[in-house]
């Protein structure tokens, strides 16, 4: 079945990696990799805007389906493969509510982190203020706190939604897992480092490590003052 699925992605990024993960914990390897680069703008190809308009990666085909939002893609492939690998929708219905409501803020938690470290990406060099760079770390300095006071109510080992691995922790670690490749600190945050060293020794996140990473493993130092 992987032979008909084909995945356009990109070394370190957190939407592609979401696509990744859900695959091998479906037990879904072997599918067809495109691995492109944003530095030279092959998201843009004529390959990838035939099949996703908004020239954006993940670019996922299984078949004659094209799915491309990261998200999509990770319900999609649980809906098809429901019964085999990991099953990623918890059937308890407070495990499963609280994994639509950790899924759903890891967005926002996606952007706020976005919004420092690629913040001399996003914005013209002339349109810079360093007191919008300030507003955006105070932002995310606010939406780690909450998150690790989310992790403080868990048990022990705990993923986010309870004791099962879910489309949460599938969702929500690529952006954990970014937080400290950009050097924020475990001992400023305990228990976003204690989830990220649990979820970083799962055999389906060490298969679809980034790769970059693998070749550059020291990272950053844009968070550490977070």
């Not at 493969?81 to 926002?108: D, N, V, W």
């Not at 691995?165 to 600190?185: E, I, N, Q, Y």
């Amino acid at each position: 079945m992987a032979e008909s699925m084909t995945l356009y992605w990109c070394s370190g990024s957190p939407p592609c990696w979401r696509v990744m993960i859900t695959l091998e914990e479906k037990n879904l390897q072997g599918y067809n990799q495109k691995l492109l680069s944003f530095e030279k703008n092959e998201q843009k190809s004529e390959e990838v805007l035939a099949l996703n308009p908004r020239g954006q990666l993940p670019t996922f085909k299984h078949g004659d389906t094209i799915v491309n939002e990261s998200y999509a893609a990770c319900f999609y492939l649980e809906s098809q493969f429901k019964s085999q690998g990991t099953t990623l929708i918890p059937e308890s219905s407070e495990e499963q509510a609280l994994m639509y409501q950790r899924m759903f803020e890891g967005l926002a938690f996606y952007e706020k982190l976005n919004a420092v470290i690629y913040y001399e990406y996003f914005v013209p060099e002339g349109e810079r203020h360093e007191s919008a760079l300030t507003r955006n770390k105070q932002a995310l300095t606010t939406e780690l706190n909450l998150w690790e006071g989310y992790l403080s109510k868990l048990l022990p080992n705990s993923y986010l939604a309870g004791p099962s691995f879910s489309l949460a922790d599938v969702t929500v670690f690529p952006t954990v897992a970014f937080l400290f490749r950009f050097g924020l600190s475990a001992e400023r945050y305990p228990k976003l480092g204690e989830y990220y060293a649990l979820l970083k020794e799962r055999p389906s996140v060490k298969a679809s490590w980034p790769p970059l990473w693998h070749d550059n493993p020291q990272g950053h130092d844009k968070l550490k003052e977070i």
